[in-house]
């Protein structure tokens, strides 16, 4: 969760993280250049935080290819990150 603190912090939200019972983890919301962003920490187990993304993208009304998801990748530096479209996790 790191790098979600992180970019709440550039993006000046870091002290605005709360829990949101509808979407089963804690959010913080910022609008830049006219784009609204919703940075979820899901607050569920790991092999079920999907039902925690799909609540909150139905609620905030987020289509699957606006969706980004940040997981931290043992074998990567923290700062360092790739890319990928679709698929499980590797």
């Known amino acids: 969760m790191a790098v979600l603190g992180a970019l709440a912090g550039r993006l000046g939200v870091a002290e605005h993280w709360r829990v ?7 959010l913080v919301l910022s609008e830049q250049e006219g784009v609204q962003l919703v940075l979820l920490k ?39 990150f790739a890319m990928k479209q679709g698929g499980s996790a590797r």
């Open 20 to 26: 949101d019972r509808q979407v089963s983890g804690e």
């Open 42 to 80: 899901p607050c569920l187990l790991m092999n079920i935080n999907g039902a925690s993304v799909a609540k909150a993208a139905e609620k905030f009304k987020i289509m699957p290819e606006d969706i980004y998801l940040i997981h931290d990748e043992l074998d990567k530096p923290l700062g360092k």
